[in-house]
């Protein structure tokens, strides 16, 4: 459905994440994504997939359909499989993937943020490359070694560890302070009137982790440097996805949106179908649906 605002203005600012579309049946839910109104702008907040070829697939299909699209890398993009024809490492892979994404016309975390004018507007929308520290550890394990091995020994080891890499920095937190860093300056050069909307594969808070089944994992989901970031960069909304728990959450009165499809074990079990775009402007009305 077209949106208007009574100014002329028209359109919806969407989010979607987490669509691993190395599973057919996620592939057929990418292929029934389609624009509410020709002016809708999309974000896509990382785990499109596990080789180039996927993302590429997926996409170039969702460029051609919405009037924008604007990514951010999720480890899922970041691994580098054997199977995988590109055998780029950390930040090579993802420059790769970046290039690739400016080549189809998809806006990623390198390129100027662009400034949604559609109802709701105008706020600069900023997709962020932030990946974690290992600072969301287990309460009594004071550092990262500790928690690791804590890890190790429980079983619940994210596969990010074997398959992920920070090359050339030394270690992924190395990596994660470089791009915290970098965006925070980035943020702090954009125009300070206008609200923004803040997207990262992991959220930018630790509150959403929780409530996962094995709190242990926390440490791949994010990092605490970014707590504050929906207030110190005047975040009208942060879409987020990594954790494959769709809901909205609010902090400090900021709307939290975790907006992941997941796996098809996860998705079928849900009483809603897979696939359906969160708004994030205009902000929607009400509370959200119970579903989430
Ligand atoms: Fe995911
Ligand atoms: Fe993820």
């Known amino acids: 459905m077209a949106r208007s605002d009574g100014t002329g203005r028209r359109g919806n600012l969407l989010a979607i994440s987490d669509l ?22 999309l974000l896509v907040a990382g785990d499109v997939g596990d080789t180039v070829a996927q993302i590429e697939w997926a996409l170039r299909l969702l460029a051609a359909r919405f009037a924008k699209v604007l990514w951010s890398p999720g480890n899922h993009e970041l691994w580098s499989l054997p199977a995988d024809p590109v055998t780029l490492r950390g930040v090579a892979r993802y420059a790769h993937l970046v290039d690739l994404c400016r080549a189809i016309g998809v806006v990623t975390p390198e390129d100027p943020y662009p400034v949604w004018e559609g109802p709701g507007g105008p706020v600069t929308v900023a997709p962020l490359f932030l990946l ?10 004071d550092t990262p070694q500790a928690a690791l091995a804590e890890a190790h020994r429980t079983g619940i080891v ?4 074997y398959l992920l890499y920070p090359d050339p920095y030394e270690s992924r937190s190395a990596w994660c302070a470089a791009r915290v860093a970098g965006t925070a300056r ?13 997207m990262n594969h992991w959220p930018l808070r630790r ?23 929906h207030r110190r960069f005047d975040a009208a909304a942060v879409v987020y996805g990594h954790l494959h728990i769709p809901r909205t959450t609010w902090y400090d009165g ?23 775009l969160r708004r994030i402007l205009p ?3 009400g509370l959200p649906p119970t579903a989430w």
Do not use: K, M
Request: with cysteine.
């Open 20 to 41: 691993h579309v190395r599973h057919a049946e996620n592939q057929a839910v990418v292929e029934q994504l389609r624009p509410q109104s020709p002016d809708d702008w």
């Open 132 to 141: 974690y520290d290992y600072s969301w550890r287990p309460e009594g394990f």
């Open 158 to 161: 994210c596969t990010d560890e």
């Open 186 to 198: 980035r943020l702090a050069e954009r125009d300070p009137a206008l609200p923004t909307v803040l």
């Open 207 to 229: 509150e959403p982790t929780s409530i996962l089944r094995y709190p242990i994992f926390a440490q791949w989901c994010g990092t605490e440097t970014t707590s504050d970031w």
């Open 254 to 276: 900021v709307r939290f949106e975790e907006v992941s499809v997941g796996y098809p074990r996860e998705w079928q079990r849900r009483s809603w179908p897979p696939g359906q």
């Open 283 to 285: 902000e929607p009305d």
